[in-house]
């Protein structure tokens, strides 16, 4: 009797441990993606190596680039900055992984990212975010879980800046974006997340 109730509440466990299973693992190109970034970062930073921390991270945006398009996926908004014309964005898509969109050069000039910007000030804001998905983020708090679609490293359908120059400057630089991976998107559409 005793092994029949333990197989019941074996089998009981792995069905609500199957729906409780994280968000960003339920779309396959969203889990390949985050496996390949975190095989990249686990082996670089165990490596303790600069050298191999620092290809960690540039092959870390190149996966991204390959990634191109995307459907469906799932994360947890986490900053909306700005305003309905200057706004600014990001989503985590997985553990300490974050997508950041922004209509607005200037949001995106904070900190050591100013020298990176100030070259392209002079151009026309870029959306990163299309008109729909604005009027549905009025419609989300922080900290909701979002279903997403876009395009990732790219900014009105041109080819964004080179964000390798960003992780090429030191050791620290690197390893900090190995731990927690940021990457720039266009998001065509939001959507809230049914939970499965």
Known sequence: MTGRRAFLLGGASRVLGACDRPC?????????????????????????????????????????????????????????????QTVALTIEIGPQVSLYAFNDWTLAMAGQLADLFSTRSREAPPPGLSEAAIAALKTFRLGERVKLAGRMGEIAGSGLFDLSRLFGKGEAENRLFLQSPRFVARIEALGPSKKK
């Open 24 to 84: 960003y693992e339920q779309n396959d190109a969203q889990k390949a993606f985050l496996d390949g970034l975190q095989s990249l970062a686990k082996t670089a930073l165990a490596s303790n190596n600069p050298l191999k921390i620092e290809a960690a991270a540039e092959q870390s945006m190149v996966l991204a680039g390959k990634v191109g398009a995307f459907s469906d996926w799932c994360g947890t908004l986490k900053t909306i900055e700005g305003n309905a």
